[in-house]
């Protein structure tokens, strides 16, 4: 198994909900072996509250989590990806900027939790949205990354994401 750490962008356009609870799962299931980010074409400005209910609710810290737009990682100073998902369908249709490296891609489309109506299931919403994103990020992080070529590593990455929980 490979040493290195593998940077990760999930993209969504608001960046404040999946994109957020993606970046953390990437962080916290990678363990070090991957530095996950995440950004957003028309960035929302702030967290989303569910997002940050469901994180505070599972324990997770806010520190550092902010909406922020994908320009910021098409810097030339940005860290350079090895892998980008979007993880909502208006985000993988849009014209994403050129990233250096030329990062594999993959959507995973999550349906939108924060748009849900209610308190409950509002919540059941972001517990679904974050058991999909933990699903797919645990079977992506199994992947023998050293063993795969980069046409199997890229098509076992669009399985992921057709995979429904």
Same mark, same amino acid.
């Given at each position: 198994?490979?040493?290195?750490?593998?940077?990760?962008?999930?993209?969504?356009?608001?960046?404040?909900?999946?994109? $957020?609870?993606?970046?953390?799962?990437?962080?916290?299931?990678?363990?070090?072996?991957?530095? +996950?980010?995440? #950004? &957003?074409?028309?960035?929302?400005?702030?967290?989303?509250?569910?997002?940050?209910?469901?994180?505070?609710?599972?324990?997770?810290?806010?520190?550092?989590?902010?909406?922020?737009?994908w320009d910021e990682f098409a810097a030339p100073?940005?860290?350079?990806?090895?892998?980008?998902?979007?993880?909502?369908?208006?985000?993988?249709?849009?014209?994403?900027? $050129?990233?250096?490296?030329?990062?594999?891609?993959?959507?995973?489309?999550?349906?939108?939790? +924060?748009?849900? #109506? &209610?308190?409950?299931?509002?919540?059941?919403?972001?517990?679904?949205?974050?058991?999909q994103l933990a699903t797919r990020i645990e079977?992506?992080?199994?992947?023998?990354?050293?063993?795969?070529?980069?046409?199997?590593?890229?098509?076992?990455?669009?399985?992921?994401?057709?995979?429904?929980?």
């Open positions: 198994m490979s040493e290195k750490t593998y940077n990760v962008l999930i993209l969504c356009t608001g960046n404040s909900a999946r994109s $957020i609870l993606g970046e953390v799962l990437f962080n916290h299931l990678g363990k070090g072996r991957f530095k +996950a980010y995440s #950004a &957003g074409s028309k960035p929302a400005g702030r967290v989303n509250p569910g997002a940050e209910e469901w994180l505070q609710a599972n324990g997770f810290s806010m520190a550092g989590l902010r909406s922020k737009s100073d940005a860290p350079q990806f090895d892998f980008i998902f979007t993880v909502c369908d208006n985000a993988a249709g849009e014209v994403c900027p $050129i990233w250096p490296g030329h990062p594999m891609t993959a959507h995973w489309g999550i349906p939108d939790p +924060a748009h849900i #109506a &209610g308190d409950e299931a509002r919540r059941a919403a972001f517990n679904q949205a974050a058991r079977l992506f992080l199994q992947l023998p990354f050293d063993k795969l070529d980069k046409l199997a590593l890229k098509e076992k990455m669009a399985e992921i994401g057709r995979i429904e929980d």
